[in-house]
């Protein structure tokens, strides 16, 4: 992870290891909503213990808060069965999931985690790595979340990932 000084605080991030840890500061840093837009959730970064820490931190603060994941393939976390998902059948009511559905959608591959508070790491190609952070970035976050409400309203619900109450 580089901090570029021309950019008032932008951090280039080029390895797992800084994807982890600037994805879990900028969890950290959530106050009452979490936006993840993510191609299958890529379990190098969601199931490492210092994200889902600050998840669960997160999830379980006692405040009102969201948790939306949008993705383009919901099988892969659920055959995989990662350790976010579930956290995330424990807290219904902070955790949504959609699927991208619409084809001009799909063909847009950026991955995002961008939270309220201002924080973001968006990777243009959602199957690398490399990409860019910032843990102050409050325009850079309203224009991520625009276009991520945009496609949320027009993807489908994931309601395989609920739990059976049985």
Not at 56 to 64: H, K, V, Y
Not at 82 to 106: C, G, I, N, T, W
Not at 136 to 143: I, S
Request: hydrophobic residues 45%; contains cysteine.
């Amino acid at each position: 992870m580089t901090e570029d000084a021309a950019n008032d605080g932008l951090l280039r991030i080029t390895d797992k290891a800084s994807a982890v840890e600037v994805t879990a500061r900028v969890l950290a840093g959530a106050r009452r909503a979490v936006w993840i837009r993510s191609l299958d959730l890529e379990p190098w970064l969601f199931d490492h213990p210092d994200v889902l820490a600050a998840l669960r931190a997160f999830a379980t603060s006692g405040r009102e808060v969201e948790v939306r994941v949008l993705l383009h393939d919901a099988a892969a976390p659920q055959s995989a069965r990662m350790k976010l998902l579930a956290l995330a059948q424990r807290l219904p009511s902070v955790f949504q999931f959609r699927e991208v559905v619409d084809p001009a959608y799909r063909e847009d591959r950026a991955a995002m985690v961008a939270t309220d508070a201002g924080g973001y790491y968006v990777r243009a190609q959602g199957d690398d790595v490399a990409g860019s952070a910032c843990l102050d970035g409050r325009a850079r976050v309203r224009q991520l979340q625009q276009r991520f409400e945009e496609i949320w309203e027009r993807s489908r619900p994931v309601t395989e990932y609920r739990a059976l109450g049985i």
